[in-house]
């Protein structure tokens, strides 16, 4: 009455391929987390890692933007609060974490400093480099 019925329910009565079987259902699936795991997870873990050091390493008179975009500097540090100054004689208490950045020209600052004692380890060893040539001469 129905040939193509039976021929379906003959098909599909095969064998199942067991585990082997279960594993290629399921690897589309470990693909995806896999992906997902490199594409969100990793990237938020090490933002994550980078704003807790951020928060670990500052220091009074750091300039800093809030999570709500106040630009400020540290005036006091707590473990859970900070002390801002947003503008002369007005301070602003707020929880650690929501600061979300350095300011650009603390940052620049940062960065000279580093640059000049970059500078200064590289005159040092220049220095040596120079005084090991003049004895060789």
Known sequence: MYPFVTEAYAQ???GTGGMGGALVQ???FIL????FYFLLIRPQQKQRKQH?????????GDKVVTASGIYASIVKLGDERVTLEIAPKVNVQIDRSQIARLS???SR??????????????EKSGVAKLSSVKKKS
């Open 104 to 106: 650009d020209e603390s």
């Open 12 to 14: 599909s009565s095969g």
């Open 109 to 122: 600052k940062a960065e000279k400093e580093q640059e000049k004692k970059d500078d200064k380890k590289e």
């Open 32 to 35: 995806i987390f896999v992906i």
């Open 26 to 28: 399921f690897l589309p």
């Open 52 to 60: 807790q050091q951020l928060l670990d390493n500052l220091k009074t």
